[in-house]
């Protein structure tokens, strides 16, 4: 019975020591996307091209309320022929004003993804530049991001896996 504690405490021992030589590491993604100066510049980016338009489309929405108010007040008053145009005039500029909407909403989304996009891979570039700079074994996030060549057993797993059948 002593033997085999005293084996078990042996390999446990070596184990250790092996697992002592790794460098491991968290990155937190969330964080570094809030807190990354690229963010802050591509939020002013989107800010400064999208502005016109959303000024555009407020304007729109101003002019619709204004007509639709103008309506309101003078229906009554109005003949037939100038309060159907006007109700004409006020639904074509609200499907003007929504098809508009949708517009901006898709290509500003696009961009934002596009300036997500570049900021993404500066980050893992960043990680990648990192761990191999502090020699980190394995630096984790959400998925491995960058493990070294010492901890890496895909060829030994895609051999096992060839030897597998179905």
Known sequence: MKKRISLFLALLLVANVSYAELKIGFVNIAKVLEKAP???KAKKRLEKEFSPRDKQLISQGKEIKKLEEKFARDASVMGESERRKLERDI??????????QQEFS????MRRNEELGKLQRRIVEAVRALAKDEKFDLLLTDGAIYASEKIDVTAQVQAKLATLSD
């Open 91 to 100: 639904i074509a500029k609200k499907r003007e004003a929504k098809r508009s």
């Open 106 to 109: 898709e290509d500003f989304n």
């Open 38 to 40: 690229q963010a802050e």
